[in-house]
């Protein structure tokens, strides 16, 4: 049950999409199956013995050696997917392509898509952000802030997933090779909570 479950059959994908559009002010946005974002948990300093490139799992953004995690949620902030593959020096658009996640999303029927902050690539199955000087046109301000209530869910689910696990608020003192597991662990206990409503309060 507490499987993670991308929307693939056509009931799922209805089901889906009425769920975001709920999110969406006047249902502007329809067509949404998920948000998408990525998330590094930081880890201790790996030794030589555990990895090939120690260098590359220190993240010159966060100033912390951690792990790449790509996910996506549901309007719930229930995460639909999970890939932990990738080094915490990688960007999150290198990470994505790099993941299982990309094959659920570029597999999307027409119309449907997942939205995603713009260090992503625009798709006819992504939709991220105007940004620059577009941004500064009324209407695609609008349509960023649109986005934004959507895409918000999965940045609530991170948050909520660091509040609850607080082994998460530090870096993560195992061995690297369990360092997946504990995350996966994490990933699916989140779930169970959001499915007995432990987060009821949190989540507006």
């Known amino acids: 049950r507490l499987a993670f479950k991308f929307p693939v059959q056509v009931e799922d994908l209805v089901r889906t999409v009425s769920e975001f559009e709920s999110l ?19 880890i201790r300093v790996p030794s030589a013995n555990e990895v090939k490139r120690v260098k590359s799992y220190f993240s010159g953004h966060y100033q912390c050696y951690g792990v790449n995690v790509q996910a996506t949620c549901d309007a719930y902030c229930r995460f639909t997917s999970l890939s932990v593959i990738c080094p915490g020096g990688t960007s999150d658009s290198k990470a994505f392509y790099a993941s299982r996640v990309y094959n659920l ?84 206990l989140h779930n169970y909570c959001m499915d007995k409503n432990e987060y009821a309060a949190m989540v507006v």
């Not at 969406?24 to 930081?42: E, F, M, Q, Y």
């Not at 119309?111 to 209407?139: E, H, M, R, W």
């Not at 660091?162 to 608020?169: G, L, P, T």
């Open 24 to 42: 969406s002010s006047h249902g502007l946005i329809n067509g949404c199956v998920g948000a998408l974002d990525g998330w590094l948990c930081r």
């Open 105 to 188: 999303v570029s597999h999307l029927p027409g119309g449907l898509f997942v939205v995603a902050d713009n260090v992503y690539t625009l798709s006819p199955t992504l939709l991220i952000p105007c940004s620059g000087i577009n941004k500064l046109n009324q209407s695609k301000d609008a349509f960023n802030f649109f986005l934004s209530q959507l895409h918000i869910r999965i940045e609530q689910g991170f948050g909520l997933l660091v509040m609850k696990w607080h082994v998460f608020k530090k870096p993560l003192e195992v061995k690297f090779w369990q360092t997946t597991l504990v995350i996966e662990a994490a990933f699916h």
